[in-house]
């Protein structure tokens, strides 16, 4: 399908969503329609084999034009990091069959995000890219067993097991209980022992990530986000702060 008939499906959904029109899900049938939008498989986007997950609550269109065209290097290291992502969205089809990923850490604003989109639009013409956050999974399971007497977790495992590839948005930035560290080592075991390819972008330092994914003194988590992602730093400036300094300048 070509770009803008993609661009005019979502833009159809959106308008749908915004007149709250969107179907509910049923999450223990795990039938196709959705519930308030949390994720949306991309087959409401096109009619074709290949999955792209969105969570339609922090969409913006920005973030499907992200591409690795597109990215302004601010210094060599930044540019180095794109060439080796653009190099994992080529041997994907390898790479996922070894269930390896991306482990981005750095401070607020230095384009982890951004570059998690990147390799997100790059692939998901033809693989299932699950794009999500920690907080969303676990608001969903919340919401689960809330609604139902005899809830489980299946329809999580089940999304996980049919993405290629899925993506944690600034994982770290959560308050997590023990009940949610207990599902989130779940669902991280659960991607390491099928060898499902994860992207992770966190804020967080060595120290305090290595603190959020302590779950009763093991940091067996820590170690195997280890054993399959490959780490890259993003130890420069945010971009934020340039944003609207021309503004500054000329307007007050």
């Given at each position: 399908?070509?770009?803008?008939e993609?661009?005019?499906l979502?833009k159809?959904?959106i308008a749908n969503?915004?007149?709250?029109?969107t179907?509910q899900?049923?999450?223990?049938t795990?039938?196709?329609?959705?519930e308030?939008a949390?994720?949306?498989?991309a087959s409401?986007?096109?009619k074709?084999?290949?999955?792209?997950?969105?969570?339609?609550?922090?969409?913006k269109?920005?973030?499907?034009?992200?591409?690795f065209?597109n990215?302004d290097y601010k210094?060599?290291?930044e540019k180095?990091?794109s060439d080796?992502?653009?190099r994992f969205c080529?041997n994907?089809?390898?790479?996922?069959?070894?269930?390896l990923g991306?482990?981005m850490?750095?401070?607020?604003?230095?384009g982890?995000?951004y570059?998690c989109?990147c390799?997100m639009n790059e692939?998901?013409?033809?693989?299932?890219?699950y794009r999500t956050?920690?907080?969303?999974?676990?608001e969903e399971m919340r919401?689960?067993?809330?609604k139902y007497?005899?809830?489980t977790?299946?329809?999580?495992?089940t999304?996980?097991?049919?993405a290629?590839l899925?993506?944690?948005?600034?994982?770290?930035?959560?308050?997590?209980?023990?009940?949610g560290?207990?599902k989130m080592?779940?669902?991280f075991?659960?991607l390491y022992?099928?060898r499902?390819?994860?992207?992770i972008?966190t804020?967080l330092?060595d120290?305090?990530?290595?603190?959020?994914?302590q779950?009763?003194?093991?940091?067996?988590?820590?170690?195997?986000i280890?054993?399959?992602?490959k780490?890259?730093?993003f130890?420069?400036?945010?971009?934020?702060?340039?944003?609207h300094k021309?503004?500054?300048?000329e307007l007050?």
């Amino acid at each position: 399908m070509e770009t803008q008939e993609i661009k005019d499906l979502i833009k159809e959904k959106i308008a749908n969503i915004q007149k709250n029109q969107t179907t509910q899900k049923d999450l223990k049938t795990g039938t196709d329609t959705f519930e308030n939008a949390w994720t949306i498989p991309a087959s409401e986007f096109r009619k074709q084999e290949a999955r792209r997950y969105r969570d339609y609550s922090n969409w913006k269109k920005s973030d499907y034009e992200r591409n690795f065209a597109n990215a302004d290097y601010k210094n060599k290291k930044e540019k180095e990091h794109s060439d080796s992502f653009k190099r994992f969205c080529k041997n994907f089809g390898i790479i996922k069959t070894k269930g390896l990923g991306i482990f981005m850490v750095g401070n607020v604003g230095t384009g982890k995000t951004y570059y998690c989109d990147c390799i997100m639009n790059e692939l998901m013409e033809e693989n299932k890219v699950y794009r999500t956050s920690l907080y969303q999974i676990l608001e969903e399971m919340r919401q689960e067993y809330n609604k139902y007497k005899e809830a489980t977790d299946d329809f999580v495992f089940t999304r996980l097991e049919k993405a290629d590839l899925v993506i944690f948005d600034d994982l770290g930035n959560e308050y997590i209980t023990d009940w949610g560290k207990e599902k989130m080592f779940l669902i991280f075991d659960f991607l390491y022992r099928n060898r499902i390819s994860f992207i992770i972008n966190t804020n967080l330092d060595d120290a305090q990530f290595k603190k959020f994914l302590q779950i009763n003194g093991s940091v067996k988590l820590l170690d195997r986000i280890k054993e399959r992602c490959k780490k890259y730093m993003f130890d420069w400036e945010s971009r934020r702060a340039e944003l609207h300094k021309k503004d500054f300048e000329e307007l007050y």
